[in-house]
């Protein structure tokens, strides 16, 4: 797999002692520290030392202010990120070889020695929007393959030798940023409620029903509460298969803790809060859109207009977990990914034309038995 923000290595030190990337060593012996899945802590791969994750008890992950957010990025630097999407060298604190963390990267492991380092600058700079929350990688490396697997077999229209020998390539677990937002819409609408009935027309050989429909106007208003809507935060990303490995366990988020992610890409947001309640704003009006539907009842609907009015915004920036792979069938790239909470995968594969022939012929062969079956 590639990621647009990759990290990559020099040899040579860069000089700079404030420009260290924070690393995580075992008390025990030295060694690098990651986050464990299974004990939800700090390990040490070496001597099996755990650090249990300092979590303030008094914390929790807190609703913010849409608009005074807004409002306050506005007066700061005309609401820019500053430089923390260019890029920054740091040095490893492990081996001194330079580290270069390209865009919107803030966690990697350094490519010359496999020490997890972090950049610190990013997620508390006082010009972006810190972290309130993140969800812990819950799904290990090798569930993800399991529940791969699981995906593959079944495919029904994947090709025989897909799912035979699966998916070959290396999972990478990645923090990828999110907005959720929260509203309080008031809404009104005007359309047309549709009631069908059936008529008998024509004679002879020509008698036949056919169903129309007469139409009431509808209209009304309602009020309605959307919580945590989820909003990709990074661009260059697969949109709707992220979409589709929703929902997520919200509830059991964590106060943000650099610590969880030692051993994990991370990637902080380059879609700004604005951008992103835009985005929230399409998913709420295509819920709402349902709802008035609902609402206007009948057998069929017409929808002219709904006026809507967003109160009590607030926002969260959140974390979630990813495992993200990518490989190629014959020399053609594809890509999955697993919610590393909930273990849901979604990802392109191959399709076998033969067999998506097939099951057309014979649907048109079920459907023409069908119809001889009815005439005669």
């Not at 604190?93 to 496999?114: D, W």
């Not at 409620?193 to 169903?211: E, F």
């Not at 594809?334 to 076998?352: C, F, I, K, L, M």
Request: glycine share 10%.
């Amino acid at each position: 797999m590639s990621l647009s923000n990759d990290a990559s290595t020099t040899s040579e030190p860069i000089g700079h002692e404030d420009d260290s990337a924070r690393t995580f060593p075992c008390q025990g012996c030295g060694a690098d520290l990651t986050f464990n899945i299974g004990v939800q802590k700090l390990k040490c791969d070496h001597c099996g030392f755990e650090k249990s994750l300092e979590i303030d008890p008094d914390k929790d992950v807190a609703e913010q202010d849409y608009q005074a957010t807004l409002d306050r990025l506005a007066a700061m630097h005309g609401g820019a990120g500053g430089d923390e999407q260019g890029f920054r060298e740091v040095s490893c604190a492990s081996c001194a070889a330079t580290v270069r963390f390209t865009g919107t990267l803030t966690s990697t492991e350094c490519a010359y020695c496999g020490v997890a380092l972090q950049r610190d600058d990013i997620h508390d700079a006082p010009n972006r929007i810190s972290v309130d929350g993140v969800l812990p990688f819950m799904i290990d490396r090798e569930t993800a393959r399991k529940n791969l697997r699981t995906w593959v077999q079944s495919r029904w229209f994947a090709p025989n030798d897909f799912k035979k020998r699966g998916v070959q390539g290396r999972f990478t677990g990645i923090y990828l940023p999110y907005w959720t937002f929260d509203s309080f819409t008031t809404n009104a609408y005007r359309g047309m409620r549709g009631v069908h009935y059936w008529v008998t027309v024509g004679s002879g050989k020509s008698r036949r029903t056919v169903r129309r429909t007469r139409w009431y106007p509808a209209s009304g208003h309602f009020q309605q509460f959307f919580d945590d809507v989820l909003v990709i935060a990074a661009m260059g990303l697969p949109r709707k298969r992220l979409t589709d490995l929703e929902p997520w366990p919200l509830a059991v988020c964590k106060p943000f803790n650099q610590d969880m992610l030692s051993g994990f890409v991370a990637r902080t947001y380059d879609i700004p809060l604005g951008v992103g309640f835009v985005d929230a704003r399409e998913r709420i009006a295509a819920a709402i859109d349902v709802e008035v539907r609902k609402r206007i009842g009948g057998d069929a609907q017409r929808v002219h207009s709904i006026r809507t009015s967003h109160d009590g915004i607030t926002f969260k920036h959140l974390l979630l977990p990813v495992w993200m792979m990518g490989y190629k069938y014959k020399d053609k790239p594809h890509q999955v990914v697993v919610n590393a909470a909930t273990g849901e995968v979604q990802g392109d594969r191959p399709y076998s034309w033969i067999k998506i022939t097939l099951a057309v012929l014979a649907g048109i062969a079920a459907i023409g038995g069908a119809f001889l079956a009815f005439n005669n």
